[in-house]
């Protein structure tokens, strides 16, 4: 399976950040994935931001839970994630990944995107 994000690379501040993974070799309703987002902000770890299950279930980091939103496409086999509000905190490498049986945090991810580099910055 090869997973591809998408998105704008530069953001303004209070905007709304979407990025897209675009999943191939594999269905993203298939049994039992999870397909989730993470970021890393420069100088820091990876973040587990949320994820969307092969059933459509969300779930989603506590302390992004307020402004995150995932969701899914199955005819194009994507899955989106929007961020409302940023700030330049929100600069970070964004990569959407594949877990299974769960994916409620990074170590449990075996597929990855190659990374997107999103800066917030006015």
């Known amino acids: 399976v090869q997973l591809q994000e998408s998105g704008p690379g530069l953001v303004k501040p209070s905007q709304t950040l979407s990025l897209t993974c675009t999943v191939s070799?594999?269905?993203?309703?298939?049994?039992?994935?999870?397909w989730g987002w993470i970021r890393q902000a420069p100088g820091k770890g990876l973040e587990w931001m949320g994820a969307i299950t092969y059933s459509g279930l969300t779930y989603y980091a506590p302390s992004l839970k307020s402004h995150t939103s995932i969701s899914r496409d199955t005819t194009k086999n994507h899955f989106t994630l929007q961020l409302t509000s940023v700030t330049p905190e929100d600069t970070a490498v964004y990569y959407c990944?594949?877990?299974?049986?769960?994916?409620?945090?990074?170590?449990?991810?075996?597929?990855w995107g190659q990374g997107t580099q999103v800066t917030v910055s006015s």
């Open positions: 990944a594949r877990a299974s049986p769960t994916g409620l945090d990074t170590g449990a991810y075996d597929y």
């Open positions: 070799g594999g269905s993203i309703s298939a049994d039992y994935f999870y």
